[in-house]
């Protein structure tokens, strides 16, 4: 295809791209505060993530186009004849996420919300010291707290497994099919074909409230562990 017939398009909103790399910082964040016992700061990182999460689920049923779960989310059998072409190597004229990606993002929000919510309820010793429980971990019972506390652990072993197959998806897409996925997500721009619509983006003033609610909603939930 001649270089007339592609066009510069913006994809992604700036709300969408803030919260991808600042969950990608903060989970790097979370793992270095678990290993070096900072649990101060673990949890703070904790209610951040949360308040994300919340920010992209309502994000995404009223954000932009791309940013949409009824957008981006197609049939299971749409996301295997995805994959079945996978090593074919054809324009990429996908204006948002492909049909596999979606549900790989689907995936992650999931094992994030488990993750985080776990959390709220996780206790480490001794659990006098600041920090070192979640806001409802002396609520329930001693035993549920540490079976609760093991699944937190075990969940973020399985985010590391999601991330390195997401990172993998990246590079295959790259290798395979020469498209590349990261740049459109650091500019929100991606060269597409000439004639596909770009998609409407959502507006930041509805953004901001959403954003703003999100935080207002974990601070109240990290206030309930004094």
């Not at 981006?72 to 749409?78: E, H, I, R, V, W």
């Not at 993750?115 to 971990?137: C, D, I, K, M, R």
Request: hydrophobic share 55%.
């Amino acid at each position: 295809m001649s270089e007339s017939g592609w066009q510069r398009v913006k994809v992604w909103d700036g709300w969408v791209r803030l919260f991808h790399w600042s969950l990608v910082l903060l989970v790097e964040a979370q793992w270095a505060t678990a290993e070096l016992g900072q649990m101060e700061w673990h949890f703070r990182c904790g209610y951040l993530i949360l308040a994300l999460l919340l920010f992209r689920l309502a994000w995404g049923l009223v954000g932009s186009e791309t940013a949409r779960f009824a957008r981006f989310l197609k049939s299971p059998a749409a996301a295997l004849a995805h994959l079945r072409h996978l090593t074919r190597r054809e324009p990429d004229t996908e204006v948002g996420h492909n049909a596999a990606g979606g549900w790989m993002v689907l995936g992650l929000l999931g094992l994030l919300l488990a993750q985080v919510g776990t959390g709220l309820f996780a206790n480490e010793e001794p659990s006098e010291s600041y920090g070192a429980h979640g806001p409802f971990a002396l609520r329930i019972a001693d035993s549920l707290s540490a079976q609760l506390t093991e699944l937190h652990e075990l969940l973020f072993n399985g985010i590391l497994v999601a991330v390195a197959l997401h990172v993998l998806a990246v590079l295959t897409y790259a290798v395979l099919k020469r498209h590349d996925l990261v740049r459109p997500m650091i500019t929100g721009f991606k060269r597409l074909p000439a004639g596909i619509a770009a998609p409407r983006l959502g507006s930041p003033w509805l953004a901001l409230p959403l954003l703003a609610a999100a935080l207002g909603m974990v601070w109240w939930l990290s206030l309930q562990g004094g």
